[in-house]
Nanobody, 118 residues
Framework: QVQLVESGGGLVQPGGSLRLSCVAS????????MGWYRQAPGKQRELVAR???????NYADSVKGRFAISGDNAKNVVFLQMNSLRPEDTAVYYC????????????WGQGIQVTVSS
Protein backbone atom coordinates (compact mmCIF):
# COMPACT_ATOMS: atom_id res chain seq x y z
CA GLN A 1 0.00 0.00 0.00
CA VAL A 2 1.33 3.40 -1.01
CA GLN A 3 0.27 6.52 0.85
CA LEU A 4 0.50 9.93 -0.76
CA VAL A 5 0.21 13.20 1.14
CA GLU A 6 -0.12 16.51 -0.70
CA SER A 7 0.70 19.96 0.61
CA GLY A 8 1.25 23.48 -0.66
CA GLY A 9 -2.16 24.48 -1.94
CA GLY A 10 -4.05 27.64 -1.11
CA LEU A 11 -5.31 30.92 -2.48
CA VAL A 12 -3.21 32.90 -4.95
CA GLN A 13 -3.87 35.87 -7.21
CA PRO A 14 -3.87 35.52 -10.98
CA GLY A 15 -0.31 35.56 -12.26
CA GLY A 16 1.04 34.18 -9.01
CA SER A 17 2.85 30.95 -8.21
CA LEU A 18 2.43 27.94 -5.97
CA ARG A 19 4.42 24.78 -5.45
CA LEU A 20 2.62 21.59 -4.58
CA SER A 21 4.42 18.71 -2.86
CA CYS A 22 3.49 15.05 -2.66
CA VAL A 23 5.30 12.81 -0.21
CA ALA A 24 5.14 9.08 -0.87
CA SER A 25 5.42 6.40 1.80
CA UNK A 26 8.48 4.62 0.50
CA UNK A 27 10.93 4.54 -2.36
CA UNK A 28 8.59 4.03 -5.27
CA UNK A 29 9.83 6.35 -7.99
CA UNK A 30 11.75 3.61 -9.79
CA UNK A 31 8.54 1.61 -10.28
CA UNK A 32 5.78 4.23 -10.47
CA UNK A 33 4.87 7.09 -12.72
CA MET A 34 4.02 10.03 -10.47
CA GLY A 35 1.35 12.39 -11.65
CA TRP A 36 -0.68 15.42 -10.71
CA TYR A 37 -4.32 15.52 -11.69
CA ARG A 38 -6.97 18.13 -11.00
CA GLN A 39 -10.72 18.30 -10.78
CA ALA A 40 -12.72 21.51 -10.99
CA PRO A 41 -16.34 21.71 -9.83
CA GLY A 42 -18.62 20.07 -12.36
CA LYS A 43 -15.74 18.74 -14.44
CA GLN A 44 -13.97 15.44 -14.82
CA ARG A 45 -10.61 14.79 -13.27
CA GLU A 46 -7.84 15.54 -15.76
CA LEU A 47 -4.14 14.91 -16.01
CA VAL A 48 -1.99 17.97 -15.37
CA ALA A 49 1.54 16.56 -15.44
CA ARG A 50 3.32 13.26 -15.04
CA UNK A 51 6.89 12.12 -14.50
CA UNK A 52 8.04 8.62 -15.35
CA UNK A 53 10.85 6.46 -13.97
CA UNK A 54 13.89 7.71 -15.81
CA UNK A 55 12.67 11.31 -15.69
CA UNK A 56 10.60 11.84 -18.82
CA UNK A 57 7.57 14.07 -18.38
CA ASN A 58 4.36 15.03 -20.08
CA TYR A 59 1.94 17.88 -19.54
CA ALA A 60 -1.57 18.91 -20.40
CA ASP A 61 -1.56 21.47 -23.20
CA SER A 62 -3.24 23.99 -20.92
CA VAL A 63 -0.28 24.09 -18.51
CA LYS A 64 2.69 23.69 -20.85
CA GLY A 65 5.23 26.42 -20.28
CA ARG A 66 3.67 27.39 -16.94
CA PHE A 67 3.88 24.25 -14.78
CA ALA A 68 6.83 21.98 -14.08
CA ILE A 69 6.86 18.57 -12.43
CA SER A 70 9.96 17.23 -10.72
CA GLY A 71 10.94 14.60 -8.20
CA ASP A 72 13.40 14.12 -5.36
CA ASN A 73 14.03 10.41 -5.24
CA ALA A 74 16.05 10.59 -2.04
CA LYS A 75 13.14 12.19 -0.18
CA ASN A 76 10.31 10.39 -2.01
CA VAL A 77 8.75 13.72 -2.95
CA VAL A 78 7.27 14.92 -6.23
CA PHE A 79 6.67 18.61 -6.84
CA LEU A 80 4.45 20.62 -9.12
CA GLN A 81 5.70 24.16 -9.63
CA MET A 82 2.84 26.28 -10.92
CA ASN A 83 3.59 29.71 -12.37
CA SER A 84 1.47 32.31 -14.14
CA LEU A 85 -1.61 30.89 -12.50
CA ARG A 86 -4.99 31.61 -14.01
CA PRO A 87 -8.50 31.47 -12.54
CA GLU A 88 -9.18 28.41 -14.69
CA ASP A 89 -6.44 26.56 -12.79
CA THR A 90 -8.70 26.58 -9.76
CA ALA A 91 -9.38 22.97 -8.76
CA VAL A 92 -8.64 20.23 -6.28
CA TYR A 93 -5.25 18.81 -7.19
CA TYR A 94 -4.50 15.14 -6.61
CA CYS A 95 -1.22 13.28 -6.52
CA UNK A 96 -1.18 9.88 -8.21
CA UNK A 97 1.20 6.93 -8.26
CA UNK A 98 0.74 4.45 -11.09
CA UNK A 99 2.79 1.24 -11.17
CA UNK A 100 4.35 0.79 -14.57
CA UNK A 101 3.77 -2.98 -14.70
CA UNK A 102 0.83 -3.64 -12.37
CA UNK A 103 -2.21 -1.54 -13.37
CA UNK A 104 -4.01 -2.49 -10.18
CA UNK A 105 -1.34 -0.71 -8.15
CA UNK A 106 -2.68 2.79 -8.57
CA UNK A 107 -2.87 5.20 -5.64
CA TRP A 108 -4.26 8.66 -4.96
CA GLY A 109 -3.65 11.34 -2.41
CA GLN A 110 -6.49 13.01 -0.58
CA GLY A 111 -6.41 16.11 -2.77
CA ILE A 112 -5.58 19.72 -2.05
CA GLN A 113 -7.41 22.87 -3.03
CA VAL A 114 -5.84 25.47 -5.29
CA THR A 115 -7.82 28.67 -5.79
CA VAL A 116 -6.73 31.39 -8.19
CA SER A 117 -8.70 34.56 -7.58
CA SER A 118 -8.26 38.26 -7.05
Amino acid sequence: QVQLVESGGGLVQPGGSLRLSCVASGSIFSLYAMGWYRQAPGKQRELVARIFPGGSTNYADSVKGRFAISGDNAKNVVFLQMNSLRPEDTAVYYCNAAHQVLPSSNYWGQGIQVTVSS
